[in-house]
């Protein structure tokens, strides 16, 4: 069984958002179009017990959200996109 591939978050491109840990989307707090200001809760991850809060790094709006609350994610997976 092939697994998809999954678009890695380039560090060059602020807007998009990587997993920070190996783990779980335990809850995702934007959708698509949602305007956003920076610092702004994006989603929480969970690893081993431990939640993960991951924050906007820049303003703008979400124009891809590529994580559902349960799915499980890699490091540096691409989560989500804002411009």
């Given at each position: 069984m092939?697994q998809?591939?999954?678009?890695?978050?380039?560090p060059?491109q602020?807007?998009q958002?990587?997993?920070?840990?190996?783990?779980?989307?335990?809850?995702?707090?934007?959708?698509?179009n949602?305007?956003?200001?920076?610092?702004?809760?994006?989603?929480?991850?969970e690893?081993?017990?431990?939640?993960?809060t991951?924050?906007?790094?820049?303003?703008?709006?979400?124009?891809?959200?590529?994580?559902?609350?349960?799915?499980?994610?890699?490091a540096?997976?691409?989560l989500?996109?804002?411009?």
């Amino acid at each position: 069984m092939k697994q998809r591939a999954v678009p890695k978050a380039d560090p060059n491109q602020p807007g998009q958002i990587g997993a920070p840990i190996p783990g779980v989307a335990s809850t995702v707090a934007v959708q698509m179009n949602q305007v956003i200001q920076k610092g702004d809760q994006l989603l929480v991850m969970e690893a081993m017990k431990m939640q993960s809060t991951v924050y906007a790094p820049v303003g703008g709006r979400v124009t891809q959200v590529l994580v559902q609350p349960g799915q499980h994610v890699e490091a540096k997976d691409l989560l989500i996109e804002i411009e």
